[in-house]
């Protein structure tokens, strides 16, 4: 693939790119953007390449769940050594983090809330079947595994959310509608 | 509930955060702009790092055994000292086992040159 073209893809994946990895940074904005430019970064010097074997959407997603990953491992090394970089302190105030959050409906912070409750390989098996519109076949490929791996994980994904979400009443009827119901009552 | 309207439902949800997150996202060319100034950054010239480092932790690594022998070897020497008192000690009443004559029963008397002298003479007379 010729440089201009390997742009090209790369502009018109960068959303769901970058929303992957939101999902393989622990949904850290700051994070998620430095190791998307290391994923940019590694495509360019020749660090990672497209061989034509797999789809371009699923090479490119595991290299961002590697990336993402040494990254992490990284992170864990530097906290190991109680070395704090300033970037860490800075991101705790993170105006962006901040604005974000407001943004997100309470749905949605629930939502998060019961992904965060799942194991990391579950979380990856529904996020790229329901967010990214993957099947599962695809999904195992980004996160190397096998198939059958990746069926369980997303199996077992769906019905622990299901579960965790229908005890939230997220699956009962609109959030809004009961709440003005109930403060109606005397 | 049926399953399949539930996975409508999640769908539905994942695709609002979807909507969420694409707001947020940082622009493609800002992204890329770092990554291709990165890419033509000189390489790094703390390469000479990584044998130090390296010959520093061997370093280290050696110290720490040599303490620890030397650590070991102090801990055996009043052990040493404790068995050879042990293997020395003598009964404060072992005096009373010697007796005057004990140094005539232990020992062979020696044949020196006057003792062969006396016996050449009594042969003599004898014949």
């Not at chain 1, 290299?63 to 530097?78: G, P, S, Y």
């Not at chain 2, 100034?37 to 370093?59: D, G, K, N």
Request: proline fraction near 4%; include cysteine.
């Amino acid at each position: 693939m010729d440089a201009a073209k390997l742009r090209a893809e790369l502009e018109r994946l960068h959303a769901d790119s970058y929303g992957w990895t939101l999902a393989c940074c622990a949904r850290d904005p700051s994070e998620a953007e430095d190791v998307l430019q290391t994923v940019y970064w590694k495509i360019l010097a020749g660090k990672a390449r497209y061989d034509g074997r797999a789809e371009f959407k699923t090479w490119l997603f595991s290299v961002i769940r590697k990336t993402a990953a040494d990254a992490w491992r990284r992170k864990l090394l530097r906290r190991m050594w109680f070395v704090e970089s300033e970037d860490d302190a800075a991101e705790v105030a993170s105006p962006e983090r901040t604005e974000v959050a407001i943004e997100r409906s309470e749905t949605q912070v629930l939502l998060e809330q019961a992904l965060l409750s799942l194991p990391r390989r579950q979380q990856q098996a529904l996020h790229l079947v329901f967010y990214h519109d993957l099947s599962v076949q695809q999904a195992a490929e980004v996160m190397g595994v096998s198939l059958g791996s990746a069926r369980t994980h997303y199996e077992r994904g769906k019905a622990g959310l299901r579960q965790w979400l229908t005890e939230s009443r997220v699956f009962d009827e609109p959030r809004i509608g009961r709440s003005e119901t109930e403060k109606a009552l005397p | 509930m049926s399953p399949g309207s539930d996975e409508a439902k999640l769908k539905k949800l994942f695709l609002e955060r979807k909507a969420c997150d694409e707001r947020n996202a940082p622009s493609f060319a800002r992204t890329w702009q770092v990554a291709v100034s990165r890419s033509t950054e000189p390489p790094r010239t703390m390469r000479w790092l990584a044998p130090v480092a390296l010959v520093a932790a061997l370093a280290i690594i050696a110290t720490a055994i040599g303490i620890m022998l030397h650590a070991r070897m102090r801990e055996s020497q009043p052990a040493q000292e404790a068995s050879l008192a042990l293997t020395q000690w003598q009964s404060p009443t072992a005096f009373l086992l010697t007796t005057t004559d004990s140094t005539l029963l232990t020992s062979v008397p020696s044949l020196d040159r006057s003792w062969m002298q006396d016996m050449s003479y009594l042969t003599e007379r004898i014949e």
